[in-house]
């Protein structure tokens, strides 16, 4: 008799949308989602750490999908022992790829459509979580990306880690 495996696959896409719609905020969904999807049993460790990083800090400043995106980069690449120099040249291309994309990293600069008459983001504007959902969505599949790609990871390295 044979037996039939499913084997469900879930992508960085579908991790950042769930962890966003359990109502974290942009640093965390980017966080939890890489760190489960490179097997770290404990994925939501940046879960409290991150509250306060949403909205640029609360005031505007550096994207908290960008910070959650470092700090993962930073983690991940520390745990494999990677040398300072490859961990930021990563850093870097994160950064540089998502700034191309979205062409700022200040959640004020990315949200400016959003503002209102007061200067305040609008964040009950349905486009705004739109555009949020987005950037996190991006910065987790990139994040992984270079995380899949960094050149010296070897299989031995990857199974310590989880």
């Known amino acids: 008799m ?7 696959v879930v992508t960085a896409e579908q991790l950042a ?5 359990k109502g974290l905020n942009c640093a965390q969904a980017v966080a939890c989602s890489v760190l489960e999807l490179q097997g770290f049993k404990e994925a939501c460790v940046f879960k409290d750490a991150f509250k306060d990083f949403g909205r640029g800090f609360g005031e505007g400043s550096m994207c908290g999908a960008v910070i959650g995106g470092i700090a993962v980069l930073d983690t991940v690449l520390s745990k494999r022992n990677s ?3 490859e961990r930021e ?3 870097e291309r994160f ?4 700034k191309d994309e979205f062409h700022a990293t200040n959640c004020d600069e990315l949200l400016q459509e959003f503002k209102t008459k007061d200067r305040n983001i609008d964040f009950n504007n349905p ?5 949020c959902i987005k950037i996190v969505v991006t910065a987790t599949k990139r994040v992984q990306r270079l ?3 960094s050149d010296d990871v070897s ?3 990857l199974k310590r880690i989880r």
Not at 17 to 21: G, L
Not at 95 to 98: C, L, R, T, V
Request: proline share 3%; hydrophobic share 40%; glycine share 0%.
């Open 147 to 149: 995380l899949e790609s």
């Open 17 to 21: 949308v769930k962890y966003w719609n």
């Open 155 to 157: 299989t031995a390295i």
């Open 83 to 85: 040398p300072d120099s």
């Open 2 to 8: 044979q037996t039939l495996v499913l084997l469900f």
């Open 127 to 131: 486009l705004r979580e739109k555009k």
């Open 95 to 98: 950064k540089e790829s998502f």
């Open 89 to 91: 040249r990563i850093v």
